[in-house]
């Protein structure tokens, strides 16, 4: 471009065009400033898991060797660690299960029939949607000894099951509500039974509310720590936020066992995300956004 | 929508609705409204002993120590607050205008500002606990590398700089949430008032504060209102970063762990006391409810629909 183009160019726009640069240069600064201040930790923590502990106090953000995984064997056979793992993937589950077919059971009946009281049950369900519940925890406490499921895991997928079911609810009767009438009514006329149609005919349909009603619970379930906390004692039930409290208090001193335990604790889900990471935003952020 | 009209079908929907119902009704509504009325009985251990009244409320809120412990750890919750409305939500709103412009690399800057969002808190708690570190953690390392020797410190240890160490990592971990749902709403600003607009003006500083700031008033009420409840209930940070009684010296207690500290025991106060954390719990419970409608209806007021 030769030198009086853009001296015009510059002319006829310059406010424009040299404030645009200057804003989205000043932007994209923060965003590369921001990026790095997001992975670094992550970075130190994956690099410092392949480093013995004398390593990292000598060279905290030196690359390490990746072959050297002294400290995951020391994890897979002197810790309960896949124990813990094994317990999160149950609890958590579990809880999936129950949260997404109850959860969709209630929200067709409410979504698809008129019946007196549907409205009410609705509220009844986003009623429990803002209800901080840490703090019946108390009474969630002696609830659980009654029944007999206090150390056990039952207690973690019962609550979780119903604190997934006020946003699960409200996320697919919104969804459902939207589907049309025309085929449920021709399987009618065909004389399909009112579960052979949910079934076989809308069940098919709402799968995209599904997805994201279920990652907007999963997340928060998979790395609850505070149920765990006040239900669970018995260190063979322990869920895996719960169980790295106590594998962090027995290595204190070895650094390079503790980073590679927060890192083995860290990665399913990072995996998970990056893999699908437009369906986490949408799930994780669908009860804010609307 | 079908009417209902037989019993078939009545049945049908009982046996769609009951069960979910069921599971709120007892593991939400009951153990909530049971924790009002909790606050109003004597405890011993697990046992509920006499009716009491208002007693364990005017324990809580008149008599020492509970009284200092329960303003100490009420102020700490304010001070969380508002630090994360400016480091979390501000920062948030800023990074969502960023990544509005849709720069090269801007799916790749939203899918990394996201990404702390999904770890456990815990797994954040005990990074940020290595990272803050007096001698081998990363922050110290760093500032002694930089040559600012004078600025490393024990950030955990020391009464002034506690709380605000855990704070920082708390922005760390939540700053993409305020981010993406702000962002949201920007994206649902229609072109045409955008295009109006740079007709109008070519600040940039009238077109955030005039128009875009307005027009994500939606977005703003939930975060804020988000923000508020989370502070109010804030309990894994503290927990594993300054330990169950909120060390150095109360510095990092806050509302949820003298809650919980109050109702199921510590190693060094051991007596735990049902009656009394209810108390806290129903003030706490009623404080958020209060302030949180208070904020969502206020902020709802200055919403424009589009």
Redesign the interface.
């Known amino acids: 471009m030769s030198t009086a183009t853009t001296t015009a160019m510059a002319y006829q726009d310059r406010r424009g065009i040299l404030g645009t640069l200057g804003r989205d240069g000043l932007l994209q600064i923060i965003l590369i400033a921001n990026t790095i201040i997001m992975l670094a930790p992550i970075v130190i923590m994956v690099f410092s898991a392949f480093k013995t502990t004398p390593q990292i106090f000598a060279s905290p953000f030196g690359i390490p060797d990746f072959t050297q995984v002294g400290n995951f064997v020391k994890i897979w056979t002197q810790t309960n660690f896949l124990r813990y793992l094994l317990n999160s993937f149950v609890v958590t589950g579990a809880s999936m299960v129950l949260i997404l077919t109850l959860g969709t059971m209630a929200a067709y009946a409410i979504g698809r029939y008129a019946f007196t009281g549907s409205n009410f049950i609705l509220m009844f369900f986003l009623a429990g949607l803002t209800l901080p519940l840490k703090l019946a925890i108390i009474p969630l406490f002696m609830l659980m000894r009654d029944l007999s499921i206090l150390n056990n895991q039952l207690s973690l997928i019962f609550v979780y099951t119903a604190m997934g079911l006020p946003t699960t609810v409200f996320i697919m009767t919104g969804f459902i509500r939207t589907l049309p009438n025309e085929l449920e009514d021709a399987a009618r006329m065909d004389g399909a039974s009112e579960a052979r149609i949910m079934w076989s005919i809308m069940l098919p349909l709402v799968r995209p509310a599904m997805v994201i009603a279920g990652i907007q619970n999963v997340v928060p379930i998979w790395n609850d720590f505070f149920f765990p906390l006040v239900f669970i004692q018995n260190d063979d039930l322990k869920t895996l936020p719960q169980g790295l409290t106590t594998f962090m208090g027995e290595y204190t001193t070895d650094w390079g066992v503790l980073f590679s335990g927060l890192t083995l604790s860290a990665a399913p889900i990072i995996l998970i995300y990056i893999v699908l990471s437009r369906q986490f935003i949408a799930g994780m952020t669908s009860g804010a956004v609307k | ?4 009209r037989m019993t ?3 049945l ?2 009982t ?3 009951v ?3 069921a ?2 009704a ?7 409204i ?2 009002f009325a ?1 606050a109003f009985f004597d405890w011993q251990g ?1 046992k509920r002993l006499d009716f009491v009244g208002l007693e364990n409320f005017h324990t809580v809120l008149f008599v020492e120590p509970y009284r200092s412990w329960t303003l100490n750890a009420f102020k700490n919750n304010i001070i969380v607050f508002f630090a994360l409305m400016v480091l979390q939500n501000g920062l948030g709103f ?2 969502a ?3 509005w ?1 849709e ?4 799916r ?16 954040v708690a ?3 606990k ?2 803050y570190h007096p001698l ?1 953690g ?1 922050v110290n ?1 760093s500032l002694r590398g930089l040559g600012l020797d004078g600025l490393a410190q024990p950030w955990l240890g020391q009464s002034g700089t506690a709380l605000w160490s855990i704070i920082a990592a708390q922005a ?1 971990h939540m700053v ?2 305020p981010t ?2 702000f962002l ?2 920007m994206q649902r600003i229609p072109g045409e008032i955008l295009d109006a607009v740079r007709m109008e003006t ?1 600040s ?1 500083w009238v077109k955030i504060t005039q128009i875009v700031w307005p027009l994500v008033a939606p ?1 703003a009420t ?2 804020f209102t ?1 923000l508020f ?1 989370g502070a109010f ?1 804030w ?2 940070l503290p927990y ?1 970063m300054g330990g169950l009684d909120g060390s150095p010296f109360g510095s990092t207690d806050v509302l ?1 762990l003298y ?2 500290r109050t ?2 025991g510590n190693v060094s106060a051991g007596q735990q006391d ?1 009656g009394l ?2 108390a806290l ?2 003030l ?2 009623l404080f ?1 409810a209060a302030i ?1 409608t208070v904020i969502t209806v206020r902020l709802r007021a200055r919403e424009i629909q589009i």
């Not at chain 2, 929508?1 to 209902?4: N, Y």
């Not at chain 2, 720069?103 to 801007?106: C, E, H, N, Q, R």
């Not at chain 2, 702390?116 to 815990?122: D, G, M």
């Open positions: 929508m079908p009417k209902l078939g079908r009545g049908w929907i046996f769609l609705i069960p979910p119902l599971f709120v007892l593991f939400i509504v009951y153990p909530i049971s924790a909790y697990l800023i990074l205008y960023a990544l412009r720069l090269p690399g801007a790749f800057h939203r899918i990394a500002v996201f990404l702390p969002v999904v770890l456990s808190t815990i797994i005990y990074l940020f290595l990272f081998f990363v390392i760390w993409g949430f993406l749902v949201a709403g070519e940039e977005s939930i975060v988000l409840v209930n309990f894994e594993i949820g809650f919980y109702a199921f049902f954390g209810s719990a129903v706490i419970f958020i949180a």
